[in-house]
């Protein structure tokens, strides 16, 4: 898992709640990644920070979702109001902009019940 | 644009059998490309890169890659299958500067005794 640390590893809500999911970096790398895996669309890049900096977001499925970066060593994923269909796997991944390889953290699993 | 095609879901081979996975990408210019593995309710963990240094890569594990331009696959292989080796295995290609991954839709290894 590369020292990317995520938490929860599990969560379980109602429809409706607020889901915030979290992913702590690993110093050095200045891209962090935000994905989601499911049986049916496999994984899939919601949204990705160089420097802090949302570069690209095309990937998040609606309004609903919002991630945050506001420093280098933190970064948030929110949900609200959480669906059913929100159920997934979310990793978080590090890398560098000067390299592609990418770190995956060991992910939370989200039951929206 | 790029993409990649992991040509079988599902692979089975006996224990101490070669394993053979198979990749073949679409990319514009010159690829990156990657093998992750998958545990069961793990992150992904990179096994190796190609980064046109050499066209046989060496991963962690045992396991190696060889990039065929002519033919753009790139397929995974590992002499001797260990028990530890059955997990699901992803092919990705890098998508350009903006070091986006591409993921495979994932071939499930199955190892049986």
């Known amino acids: 898992d590369a020292g990317v640390i995520q938490s929860p590893r599990h969560e379980v809500t109602e429809m409706g709640q607020e889901v915030t999911l979290r992913c702590k970096p690993i110093s050095g790398h200045n891209s962090l990644f935000w994905y989601r895996q499911t049986m049916m669309r496999g994984l899939e890049l919601l949204i990705y920070f160089n420097n802090n900096v949302p570069i690209d977001d095309s990937g998040m499925p609606e309004d609903r979702f919002s991630a945050k970066m506001p420093n280098a060593s933190f970064s948030t994923l929110k949900i609200q109001p959480s669906e059913p269909r929100d159920s997934a796997v979310y990793f978080c991944?590090?890398?560098?902009?000067?390299?592609?390889?990418?770190?995956f953290g060991p992910g939370t699993r989200l039951t929206v019940l | 644009a790029q993409s990649v095609t992991q040509l079988d879901s599902h692979v089975s081979v006996s224990e101490g059998t070669p394993v053979l996975l198979r990749c073949n990408y679409s990319s514009s210019y010159s690829p990156s490309l990657f093998w992750y593995v998958q545990h069961p309710n793990k992150g992904l963990q990179l096994l190796l890169k190609y980064t046109s240094a050499a066209t046989l890569v060496k991963g962690i594990n045992g396991f190696e890659a060889e990039f065929k331009k002519s033919e753009t696959s790139f397929h995974l292989t590992k002499p001797s299958a260990h028990m530890s080796d059955a997990a699901e295995y992803f092919c990705v290609v890098s998508v350009g500067s903006a070091r986006q991954l591409t993921f495979g839709s994932g071939t499930q290894l199955t190892v049986l005794p």
């Open positions: 991944a590090v890398g560098t902009t000067s390299t592609d390889t990418q770190y």
